[in-house]
C-alpha cells in the first residue's frame, strides 16, 4: 500500500512538472504591448475580437498587454515602457500633436509597431505616421472572398503559410492612396482577378500590394490588410501571422 502511494506521488510530480513545462512561454523575457484602438470614424465590430485573441495569446507569448482607446496614453512617460505598439482598427484623426511627438520619440527609440486592417484609414495628415505605415487607405470592393498570393514568405509573419502560394479568405480588401511598393518590403499583394463583387473599377491598383514591412533606423514597422471581420481573429494561420509579426516587431523574431 505504502509502494503504491509512493509510484502515486512520483506519477502527480511527474504530471505537474509536464504541465509546468508546457505551459511555459515561448519566450524568457516578456514584451510590453500597447494596443489602441480608438475610432474617431467607422468602427470595426472585430476590434473585440481582435482584443480576445491578443489576450489568449498573451500567456504563450510572455505579453503584458495594454489595451486602450484612450489617446492620452502616448505621452514619454507611459510609452516608456512599451516595446511595441499594435494599431488594432483605429480611424480617423485620434491623437494631438504632442501625443504624435511622444509617438515619434517612442520609435526613435528603437521600438516597433503593428497596423492591423484599418491602421491605414489612420491619421491621414500626419506625414511620419504615414511613412511608417507605408499606405493610407483609398476604398474597397464589398466584403468578399477573395485571394491573396504570396510574393515572400522569409518574414517570420509568413511562417503559416510557408509551402502555399496563396490564401484565399473572406475579409475587406483594401486599395491604398499610393503603391507602397516602392517605400516597403511587400509580402503579398491581392490577387484582383479573385474579386468578382464591385461596383466600379476605381479600387483597382493593378500592383496591390497588401502585407509588407520596413525597418528604418532601428524602426520596426509591420502592415497587414487582414482583420475586417471577428472570423480573421479566429483564423488560426492569421492568429500566427499576427503574433510573429508582434514578435518581430519587438525584435524576438528576425
Not at 33 to 42: H, I, N
Not at 68 to 97: Q, R
Not at 121 to 136: C, H, I, M, R, V
Not at 198 to 223: A, C, K, V
Amino acid at each position: 500500500m505504502k509502494y503504491k502511494s509512493i509510484l502515486l506521488s512520483i506519477a502527480l510530480l511527474l504530471s505537474l512538472v509536464m504541465c509546468g513545462q508546457e505551459n511555459k512561454p515561448e519566450f524568457d523575457t516578456p514584451s510590453r504591448l500597447l494596443v489602441f484602438s480608438k475610432t474617431d470614424g467607422f468602427r470595426h465590430e472585430s476590434v473585440s475580437s481582435g482584443i480576445k485573441m491578443l489576450y489568449q495569446l498573451s500567456t504563450s507569448q510572455n505579453w503584458v498587454l495594454t489595451t486602450s482607446e484612450d489617446a492620452s496614453v502616448f505621452n514619454n512617460e507611459f510609452l516608456s515602457g512599451i516595446d511595441v505598439i499594435v494599431f488594432l482598427n483605429p480611424t480617423g484623426d485620434a491623437l494631438t500633436e504632442d501625443q504624435q511627438a511622444a509617438f515619434e520619440t517612442f520609435m526613435k527609440r528603437g521600438k516597433g509597431m503593428v497596423g492591423i486592417h484599418s491602421a491605414a484609414d489612420f491619421e491621414y495628415e500626419w506625414p511620419f505616421y504615414g511613412q511608417l505605415l507605408g499606405a493610407w487607405f483609398k476604398n474597397h470592393p464589398p466584403s468578399q472572398q477573395a485571394t491573396v498570393v504570396f510574393e515572400n514568405l522569409d518574414h517570420p509573419a509568413m511562417e503559416p503559410f510557408k509551402g502555399m502560394e496563396s490564401y484565399t479568405t473572406f475579409d475587406e480588401w483594401y486599395t491604398f492612396k499610393s503603391n507602397p511598393r516602392p517605400n516597403v518590403n511587400v509580402l503579398a499583394t491581392l490577387d484582383e482577378s479573385s474579386i468578382k463583387k464591385y461596383d466600379n473599377d476605381d479600387w483597382r491598383m493593378g500592383d496591390h500590394p497588401l502585407i509588407w514591412w520596413q525597418e528604418t533606423n532601428g524602426m520596426r514597422s509591420f502592415y497587414t490588410g487582414f482583420g475586417h471581420t471577428h472570423e480573421a481573429f479566429q483564423d488560426q494561420k492569421i492568429i500566427d501571422h499576427i503574433k510573429n509579426a508582434i514578435n518581430w516587431a519587438a525584435k524576438r523574431l528576425n
